[in-house]
């Protein structure tokens, strides 16, 4: 018996639209993508949606559109317990991360550690927020640390779809958010990803740096023909802002399209798979993350924390011979790892990244987890913590 990190399934729907997309002639980004975006942004909750081809090129466009309105070196903050492309796009944009501590409960930035890191980086310009394992941070609680220092606010959200707080959904709270949508996410596009904004503008800017930097990538038409306008150049390849190649296909918005209409059906399987781990994990006195009362919760994956790196590795040990995945939270405290340590200050104090790097791991929690899976995990836990032989 296995209990793999994920599992997808493509509908009859999701098979015959790709088809379609492939024998219409037309592939590249076009019409579904179009009509993929317009639905993405409604079911958020925000105007403007634009589709990228993974998480990472979400962030990177997003941070890239952030930065032409601070100056280069500016100081942004980040979550320390997050993932590798949540921080390099804030050094390839020319800007300095500050790392800001997760509270080790709720696995995200809460106020005490904004607060903290505000009076360590007072001058610091923007904020990124990430809601981890499809948590949603406490948006309202960090906003009012921020009533006094004003900035602009990022949501990387790509571990978070469908997940409200205070009934809205994680994403539409700050300037911009990020989604990916990659194989092991609430949904799928295979490869793919997603920003969204209320900000006309930032969409705009994010769509033509996804397509070369030419002026084709403005969606709004008045503003398209006013900056074509202004050039002598073939407005067929006219280059206006810095550019690079993002783009989806129509086969990815294909398979989006559908995925984001059952959405919420197969987020009701992970609330339900939740419960029922929740319980398992309880029987054992298993540590599990703490998730405020104002937020309604699809996880991500089911993360846990054990006293300390001994116990965890014995645990992913256990589980792993047992044939049920595991891995680390995220990537861990970031500033540990080699590539990103030489771009912060030494001697950082992160002690929640630090207890999640250490003493945390999850298993997969998806809505295909079946009750034979359920039954295989808790008497692999109970032979584990009891010393009862598996089954
Ligand atoms: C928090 C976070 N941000 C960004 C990404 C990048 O998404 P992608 O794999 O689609 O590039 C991930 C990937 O899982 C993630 O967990």
Redesign the pocket.
């Known amino acids: 018996m296995k209990l793999e990190l994920c599992h997808q399934e493509f509908s009859k729907e999701e098979i015959s639209e790709v088809v379609a997309s492939l024998t219409s002639g037309f592939v590249t980004m076009g019409d579904k993508v179009a009509l993929f975006e317009k639905n993405f942004a409604e079911y958020i909750g925000v105007r403007h949606a634009v589709m990228v081809n993974?998480?990472?090129?979400?962030?990177l466009l997003m941070v890239k559109a952030l930065a032409k309105r601070l100056s280069p070196g500016d100081e942004v903050l980040l979550p320390a317990l997050?993932?590798s492309?949540?921080f390099w796009p804030v050094v390839q944009s020319g800007l300095k991360p500050v790392l800001v501590d997760c509270d080790p409960e709720t696995l995200n930035i809460g106020p005490e550690q904004l607060e903290e890191a505000l009076q360590r980086h007072p001058s610091a310009k923007a904020l990124i927020v990430?809601?981890?394992m499809g948590n949603p941070a406490p948006m309202k609680e960090l906003q009012a640390v921020l009533y006094d220092h004003p900035m602009p606010i990022l949501e990387?959200s790509?571990?978070t779809l469908g997940s409200t707080y205070y009934g809205q959904k994680t994403g539409s709270f700050g300037v911009a958010g990020?989604f990916?949508?990659?194989y092991?996410?609430h949904m799928t596009t295979i490869?793919?990803?997603m920003i969204v904004t209320d900000d006309l503008n930032f969409a705009e800017r994010c769509r033509v740096m996804r397509s070369h930097g030419w002026s084709r990538g403005l969606n709004d038409p008045v503003f398209r023909r006013e900056v074509e306008a202004l050039s002598d150049i073939d407005p067929r390849f006219l280059f206006i802002d810095e550019g690079y190649n993002l783009r989806p296909t129509e086969l990815n918005a294909a398979i989006g399209i559908h995925q984001l209409a059952s959405l919420d059906k197969r987020n009701t399987k992970r609330k339900i798979v939740n419960r029922k781990m929740m319980d398992i994990a309880r029987e054992f006195s298993v540590d599990t993350i703490k998730v405020y009362e104002e937020t309604d919760v699809a996880l991500f994956a089911f993360p846990v924390m054990l006293e300390n790196e001994t116990e965890r590795d014995a645990l992913s040990l256990h589980l792993e011979s047992n044939g049920i995945q595991t891995r680390p939270i995220?990537a861990g405290n970031l500033a540990r790892h080699p590539g990103m340590a030489k771009h912060l200050a030494s001697g950082l104090k992160l002690n929640g990244a630090n207890k999640v790097s250490d003493c945390g791991l999850y298993w997969g929690l998806h809505p295909y987890v079946t009750d034979e899976q359920l039954m295989h995990l808790e008497k692999t836990l109970a032979s584990h913590f009891k010393g009862v032989k598996a089954a």
């Open positions: 993974s998480g990472s090129s979400a962030n997050s993932w492309t949540t990430a809601h981890i990387d790509c571990e990020s990916s949508f990659f092991s996410h490869e793919g990803g995220v």
